[in-house]
């Protein structure tokens, strides 16, 4: 595990800043799927229409930067969560994990989506299925 650890008070303190960012970066990969999609579509539609014309200039190039952009924006949103010391484990739904010590033993405090505050912890190998009640600090 890495060097900061979080009390389940900090973690909570933390949480409003991190779904922020979630719900950012949840945004820009819609937008990105919905533009990859449309991307796909139009240059499969354009090569087989065009087969035969050679030499043509790319039409694609603006949307290619434009999702090559997209996607560093993101890489830089999910980066983000590094910097701060927790773990992105999922963008949707939002599924966070700040690493902690309970009684001397490493483990992640976790929240998922939808959860107004963080309440549970796993094992560091439990995963999400083996969420516990954290107890009171």
């Not at 970066?25 to 990105?32: D, E, G, I, K, N």
């Not at 983000?80 to 010391?85: A, L, Q, V, Y």
């Not at 939002?94 to 490493?106: S, W």
């Not at 976790?110 to 549970?120: A, L, P, R």
Request: glycine share 6%; net charge negative.
């Amino acid at each position: 595990m890495g060097n900061r650890t979080f009390t389940l008070s900090e973690a909570n303190e933390l949480l409003p800043e991190l779904q922020e960012d979630l719900r950012q970066l949840q945004q820009l990969t819609a937008t990105f799927e919905d533009k990859y999609v449309e991307y796909q579509k139009e240059k499969a539609a354009y090569e087989q229409a065009s087969a035969s014309a050679k030499g043509l200039k790319d039409p694609f190039f603006e949307q290619e930067s434009q999702l090559e952009f997209m996607k560093m924006e993101a890489d830089l949103l999910i980066d983000n969560f590094s910097r701060k010391g927790v773990l992105l484990k999922m963008i949707n739904p939002g599924l966070i994990d700040f690493p902690a010590v309970l009684n001397g033993e490493e483990i992640l405090i976790c929240w998922k989506e939808g959860e107004e505050q963080i309440s549970h912890y796993h094992g560091l190998h439990d995963g999400f299925v083996g969420r516990k009640p954290y107890p009171h600090e």
